[in-house]
Nanobody
Framework: QVQLVESGGGLVQPGGSLRLSCVFSGSAFSLYRMGWYRQATGKQRELVATITRGTGTDYADSVKGRFTISRDNAKNTVYLQMNSLRPEDTAVYFC???????????WGQGTQVTVSS
């Protein structure tokens, strides 16, 4: 059974930075596509960024050039470096693990990010 635990959220001023971490507990981390999603109050959950089993990445247009997703397969961890944060980035951020071509998909419990002065 896979478990995902996020950390690193918090309150930050506009223009600031945060680094989210997601620790994957289970087997075969390197086989999963990892991703970060977010859900703001009253809105649907949306994709922020994904990283493949290799180093292929994909980003939502709204975060391109500001956010960077990375993974450390030795530590079973995926990161989201968030720079130049804006109030509209305020949301609960969720970690996702998906084994492409299978029914294996898992979610973390989420971590709150609030961007406000």
């Amino acid at each position: 059974q896979v478990q995902l635990v996020e950390s690193g959220g918090g309150l930050v001023q506009p223009g600031g930075s945060l680094r989210l971490s997601c620790v994957f507990s289970g087997s075969a981390f390197s086989l999963y596509r990892m991703g970060w999603y977010r859900q703001a109050t009253g809105k649907q959950r949306e994709l922020v960024a994904t990283i493949t089993r290799g180093t292929g990445t994909d980003y939502a247009d709204s975060v391109k050039g500001r956010f960077t997703i990375s993974r450390d397969n030795a530590k079973n961890t995926v990161y989201l470096q968030m720079n130049s944060l804006r109030p509209e980035d305020t949301a609960v951020y969720f970690c996702n693990a998906y084994m492409v071509g299978s029914a294996n998909e898992y979610w973390g419990q989420g971590t709150q990010v609030t961007v406000s002065s």
